[in-house]
Nanobody, 124 residues
Framework: QVQLVESGGGLVQPGGSLRLSCAAS????????MAWYREAPGKQRELVAR???????NYADSVKGRFTISRDNAKNTVYLQMNNLKPEDTAVYYC??????????????????WGQGTQVTVSS
C-alpha cells in the first residue's frame, strides 16, 4: 500500500508564487517517476510536469519557464515551484507516482498511484 500526501495549495493573486509538495510513503522499493497533473472544471486532466529517476524532466508548454519540478530522494518527496501564476493555472493539482513495492520475493510490478488533489486558485 502506498499513500501520496499533498500540501501547499491555496489562493494566490496573478503573478504570485506557490510551492506544492507530495510525499510518498509505504514499502517502496523504487520510484520510476513522480509527476504533477491538473484538472480544471470542464477540461481534461493534463500532465503539468514529470521527473524521472535519472532526473530527466518534462513540462507542459503552458508552464515551461514558470514552473519547476524537483525531488528529495531521502524523503520520497516531489515539489512543484509555481511562479508568475496566471488565472488559467486555476485547477485541482494531483500528485502521481510510478513505483515498485518492496516484498520478500523482490519488487512488485510497477504501477501508478495518485494523491488526493489540492486546489490552486489564481484570482485577484
Amino acid at each position: 500500500q502506498v499513500q501520496l500526501v499533498e500540501s501547499g495549495g491555496g489562493l494566490v493573486q496573478p503573478g504570485g508564487s506557490l510551492r506544492l509538495s507530495c510525499a510518498a510513503s509505504g514499502t517502496i522499493a523504487s520510484i520510476n517517476f513522480m509527476a504533477w497533473y491538473r484538472e480544471a472544471p470542464g477540461k481534461q486532466r493534463e500532465l503539468v510536469a514529470r521527473i524521472f529517476s535519472d532526473s530527466k524532466t518534462n513540462y507542459a508548454d503552458s508552464v515551461k519557464g514558470r514552473f519547476t519540478i524537483s525531488r528529495d530522494n531521502a524523503k520520497n518527496t516531489v515539489y512543484l515551484q509555481m511562479n508568475n501564476l496566471k488565472p488559467e493555472d486555476t485547477a485541482v493539482y494531483y500528485c502521481n507516482a510510478n513505483l515498485r513495492l518492496d516484498g520478500l520475493g523482490g519488487p512488485s510490478t510497477p504501477r501508478n498511484y495518485w494523491g488526493q488533489g489540492t486546489q490552486v486558485t489564481v484570482s485577484s
